[in-house]
């Protein structure tokens, strides 16, 4: 709901790199539509680019394309904070157990 979505917008799992262009693109549009731009289709299935570069954001689509993630929700974000955390954690070698 619209309130959910204003508490979740900014938040860490919520958050993924694109380019210029794609992010324009995504903007505020509903998951969908932002899977098709992630992957280079446009907002109307009418571009033919490549997918983004960013893995982070690769990973999004990979879930999607695998059945493994139909619709984007305050669980999803809540679990994909935690697995950048993880991440995170094991990149830079610290401690995040307060932030998770």
Same mark, same amino acid.
């Given at each position: 709901?619209?309130?959910?979505?204003?508490?979740?917008?900014?938040?860490?799992? %919520?958050?993924?790199?694109? /380019?210029?262009?794609? %992010?324009?693109?995504? /903007?505020?549009?509903?998951?969908?539509?932002?899977?098709?731009?992630?992957?280079?289709?446009?907002?109307?299935?009418?571009?033919?680019?490549?997918?983004?570069?960013?893995?982070?954001?690769?990973?999004?689509?990979?879930?999607?394309?695998?059945?493994?993630? %139909?619709?984007? /929700?305050?669980?999803?974000? %809540?679990?994909?904070?935690? /697995?950048?955390?993880?991440?995170?954690?094991?990149?830079?070698?610290?401690?995040?157990?307060?932030?998770?």
């Amino acid at each position: 709901d619209e309130r959910d979505g204003k508490e979740y917008v900014h938040k860490l799992g %919520n958050l993924t790199l694109l /380019s210029g262009r794609k %992010n324009i693109q995504a /903007s505020d549009d509903e998951f969908d539509k932002k899977i098709q731009i992630y992957k280079g289709k446009g907002k109307h299935n009418n571009l033919d680019e490549k997918i983004t570069s960013f893995r982070i954001t690769q990973q999004i689509v990979d879930l999607k394309n695998s059945g493994d993630l %139909n619709k984007w /929700s305050i669980d999803t974000i %809540n679990d994909r904070k935690l /697995s950048l955390l993880i991440e995170v954690e094991k990149i830079l070698n610290i401690d995040l157990s307060k932030i998770k």
